[in-house]
């Protein structure tokens, strides 16, 4: 059996006489030729031929009895040689700074969209460090991406029993994983291990709330966002969840308050401050919305929905230049995003000409042909400019995309409204059956089949749709009870957090403003008549009929000077914004910023041990 010897510690030199080093040295030469010849024999496939001439004759020279013996000890003892055995079950492994090299080299492979380097890299992590939590995620992700759900699900229950349950992140990940997968209850236990793996962990507590709230149990989800900040403390996604919740129970002065804590924690959180502007713009207050969006995209000027989302808001307030003007910035610091390009074809088609929304709509299904909100809104702007046969095309490409998504719900609700206006009822109504059978929430194609159901002349079948979506339809109810027990949930020792969530005492630029009546609108700063962008939930759309009477008087204007600020922090000439989207290539989109970077020296190579 071969081994391998580590002494643990030095041993002390032996002093021996001249004799006995003379003898020792011929004796264990002698020992290793014998061994030696007798391992090339059976080497060279030779396993008739008798190795015992070789031994002997290696091993004689002072006596043939001594010989003989030599001879019977070099086939029975073994010699003390390296033995190849894996470093890993031998308890070796590399240097650690290693397991972060390997971990950002999976990371780039799996953006280059090289998932087989990526998953040999990070089973080698495993390999070498079985007991951290990170190559797992890693791993589960990468499964995940590829849609190989079993693969992830192994990954992470693997996971868990190498880090003996105690990884908050890996049962937080697999929770993930279980609820856009549809199993619920599953993720909902996943969630408590997570929290019970580490109190601590602030998006175990934020994930499994969003899954409460998805579910219609707010005050569950209230209770779970509260226990988040109770364990974890201050934290902006918390308080912005919050502060939605707050909104949509149209308690807006408490949602300021929240919004105030939630920036004042990460006041470069972009999306704190998005979701502030609309809750002010539901509440009528403009100026200060259109602030809270100067904020935004001073927080994070390359954040693509910091520029769509104001656009989107400047088109609703009437300020068409300036909305184009956003439009054209947030494309040329994302060229690589169809949704701005979307946006900004819908707006050229509401006022200034088809043919140039064809352009870019065009440009925007090359960036990303699987964008199927693109397809949709392309097929919609044909069919309103008479050519139906080519929207029916365009609408066949979004459902070749995905069929069964809410995409594609609205999709077919489109194609169904232009079936109905074509004459063709039988086909309208089974594409808006299939419709509500993806999405059966949906007021609008529940309303459009009963109208449909009206100019067919049978008013009971359309009383019967009406009735049959109020039965259907799923409400989601708040309560106010829950404004007491959830600042009693947070520790009393927390006497500053209290004073800041103190909801009879408003504090902040929230008490100046006194809030009109409220009134719930399905477009807060969309298009007129064009179908939902996707990336914003301000990007919902009116009739297109009703275009030319949305005109409102444009706010006074703020002093943010737009052109100086791209000029300073993004290197835009405000000039060129038209000849950036006229040259761009969408095949081969590349930031300018990005060309203009010094090329970074590669990482160095750390031994391995």
């Known amino acids: ?182 199993n619920i209850r599953r993720a909902r236990e996943l969630f408590d291990a997570a929290t019970v793996a580490d109190t601590k962990h602030i998006a175990a507590w934020h994930g499994w709330a969003i899954l409460e709230i998805k579910q219609g149990n707010i005050k569950k989800a209230r209770n779970l966002l509260a226990k988040g900040l109770k364990y974890c403390g201050g934290n902006e996604y918390i308080y912005q969840t919050l502060a939605l919740l707050e909104a949509r129970a149209e308690r807006f002065e408490q949602a300021r308050t929240l919004f105030e804590q939630a920036t004042q924690y990460n006041p470069k959180s972009c999306a704190s401050w998005l979701a502030w502007a609309q809750i002010e713009i539901r509440a009528e207050n403009y100026g200060m919305a259109r602030k809270l969006f100067e904020k935004a995209v001073q927080a994070s000027p390359k954040n693509r929905f910091s520029w769509h989302v104001w656009a989107l808001f400047e088109v609703d307030q009437g300020s068409i230049d300036k909305a184009r003007k956003l439009l054209k910035i947030g494309h040329a610091v994302n060229p690589r995003d169809p949704v701005i390009l979307q946006s900004l074809a819908l707006l050229e088609y509401n006022y200034s000409s088809a043919n140039v929304a064809r352009v870019l709509f065009r440009k925007a299904s090359q960036i990303d042909p699987r964008h199927q909100p693109v397809w949709i809104a392309w097929g919609w702007m044909e069919w309103k400019e008479g050519n139906a046969r080519t929207a029916r095309t365009l609408y066949q490409r979004a459902l070749s995309v995905n069929s069964t998504n809410e995409c594609a719900a609205r999709c077919l609700q489109a194609w169904g409204v232009l079936e109905q206006r074509a004459g063709n009822y039988t086909t309208a109504r089974r594409l808006l059956r299939s419709s509500l059978s993806i999405n059966s929430q949906s007021e609008v194609t529940w309303m459009t089949w009963a109208a449909l159901e ?104 703020s002093d943010f000077n737009v052109d100086g600020f791209i000029r300073r922090r993004l290197g835009l000439d405000p000039g060129e914004l038209d000849a950036v989207l006229e040259g761009s290539d969408p095949r081969a989109v590349v930031s300018k910023r990005r060309t203009q970077r010094l090329r970074r020296k590669p990482l160095p190579l750390f031994p391995v041990t």
């Open 454 to 557: 009206e100019e067919q002349g049978d008013q009971v079948r359309a009383e019967e749709i009406r009735n049959l979506y109020f039965q259907q339809r799923t409400e989601v109810v708040d309560d106010a009870s829950w404004v007491m027990s959830f600042l009693d949930i947070i520790d009393p020792a927390l006497d500053s957090v209290k004073k800041l969530l103190n909801i009879d005492q408003p504090s902040g630029p929230a008490t100046q403003d006194n809030l009109k009546s409220t009134r719930e609108t399905s477009n807060t700063a969309g298009f007129s008549g064009s179908p939902r962008a996707e990336g914003s939930d301000a990007s919902d759309l009116a009739n297109e009929d009703d275009k030319d009477s949305n005109e409102t008087a444009e706010p006074p204007e």
């Open 1 to 182: 059996m071969a081994m391998r010897l580590f002494p643990s510690s030095p041993t002390p030199p032996i002093f021996q006489s001249p004799s006995a080093k003379a003898s020792a040295a011929p004796f264990s030469i002698r020992l290793h030729r014998a061994r030696a010849a007798a391992a090339f024999a059976a080497a060279a496939g030779e396993p008739g031929r008798d190795t015992a001439g070789y031994e002997e004759e290696a091993v004689g020279g002072v006596n043939e009895p001594f010989g003989r013996g030599m001879v019977e000890i070099a086939r029975k003892v073994p010699l003390f040689e390296p033995a190849r055995v894996d470093a890993a079950a031998s308890g070796e492994r590399p240097l650690p700074i290693n397991l972060e090299l390997w971990l950002y080299r999976a990371k780039v492979h799996t953006r280059k969209y090289e998932f087989s380097d990526a998953e040999k890299v990070l089973n080698k992590c495993i390999l070498y460090w079985p007991e951290d939590g990170r190559p797992y995620v890693a791993l589960g992700k990468l499964y995940s991406k590829q849609l190989r759900f079993d693969k992830a699900r192994a990954a992470y229950e693997r996971g868990c029993q190498a880090t003996q349950g105690e990884n908050p992140y890996i049962w937080q990940c697999w929770a993930v994983l279980e609820r856009k997968g549809g």
